[in-house]
């Protein structure tokens, strides 16, 4: 089965950029979506196809997708950017929904 | 902005079924793929199953495929989760979400919580 790898967790100042991989094998090839869940909430999309953003996302966020790894990007941080991020393909061969395994972003 | 809105919190015992509901505004099903996520207390999201407009059944993940069923009722815009023979670890938060396979999913319900005890 097709496997999605974060770190745990990212820390980042307030103002600066945080940037999460999301790592697959020839993940490039395929499209990744990226959802932000603060504690308590449902998960919301920050990113779909690799880069776009949904309605009502902030421009400090954005996406790239290529060779074996895929990055959001969040620039000059603020404190309520911190939640849990997870990225997400779909694993044409297996007909699967496959999420990454989230990452603990932490604002200091 | 599509509106998924689902059944309320349970409390099952290990062995029994729950069946959790998810409805849906507008054009949810003919156009729409519709997924369910599981969520552990402190855990990750888990891909459950889902109905994909572009395929005749219900796809699941191999973990739940013999225990989940999954059907969507196009007359109400509604689609049901059922889990069955339920174990103490399948205490979790169960959420649906709507949208296709290319674009990500964009609408999420508001998850119910399902308690084995």
């Known amino acids: 089965s097709y496997v999605l790898t974060q770190p745990p967790s990212v820390s980042v100042a307030r103002g600066k950029t945080a940037t999460i991989t999301c790592g697959g094998d020839d993940i490039g090839s395929k499209a990744v979506h990226w959802y932000q869940q603060m504690p308590g909430q449902a998960p919301i999309m920050v990113i779909h196809y690799d880069s776009d953003r949904p309605s009502g996302i902030p421009e400090r966020f954005s996406g790239s997708n290529s060779g074996n790894t895929a990055t959001l990007t969040i620039s000059r941080v603020e404190a309520g950017d911190e939640a849990d991020y997870y990225c997400q393909v779909w694993d044409s061969d297996t007909e699967h929904v496959v999420f990454g395994g989230r990452t603990k972003l932490t604002v200091l | 902005q599509v509106q998924l809105v689902q059944s309320g919190a349970e409390v099952k015992k290990p062995g029994s079924s729950v069946k959790v509901s998810c409805k849906g505004s507008?054009?949810?099903?003919?156009?729409?793929?519709l997924i369910w996520v599981r969520q552990a207390p402190g855990q990750g999201l888990e891909w459950m199953g889902g109905?994909?407009?572009?395929?005749?059944?219900?796809k699941y993940a191999e973990k739940f495929q013999d225990r989940v069923t999954i059907t969507p009722d196009k007359s109400t815009n509604t689609a049901y989760m059922e889990l069955s023979n339920l174990r103490p670890e399948d205490t979790a938060i169960y959420y649906c979400?709507?949208?296709?396979?290319?674009?990500?999913?964009?609408?999420w319900g508001q998850g119910t919580l399902v308690t084995v005890s």
């Open positions: 507008g054009d949810t099903f003919s156009t729409y793929a």
């Open positions: 979400a709507r949208g296709t396979i290319l674009t990500g999913w964009g609408s």
């Open positions: 109905v994909i407009p572009t395929f005749s059944t219900a």
